[in-house]
């Protein structure tokens, strides 16, 4: 199962995606402007095994 995390950058304001796997967490996409994008995609990229976690 993979784990893709979504957090905002507080300097920017701007969200990034990260895959997370244990052991290292591999920075995957962004930056998006706003919260609902980086969960499309985050959903996306997670397919049907996969999580979304929001921090």
Same mark, same amino acid.
């Given at each position: 199962?993979? &784990?893709? =995390? !979504?957090? +905002?950058? =507080?300097?920017?304001? +701007? $969200? *990034? !995606?990260? *895959?997370?796997?244990? @052991? $290292? !967490?591999?920075p995957i996409g962004g930056p998006y402007r706003? %919260?609902r994008e980086a969960i499309t995609? =985050?959903? &996306? &990229?997670?397919? %049907? %095994? @996969? +999580?979304?976690? !929001? +921090?």
């Open positions: 199962m993979s &784990l893709y =995390a !979504i957090s +905002k950058n =507080a300097q920017t304001g +701007k $969200w *990034h !995606i990260s *895959h997370q796997v244990p @052991g $290292w !967490i591999t706003n %919260r995609v =985050a959903r &996306l &990229l997670a397919g %049907r %095994r @996969g +999580k979304v976690v !929001i +921090k």
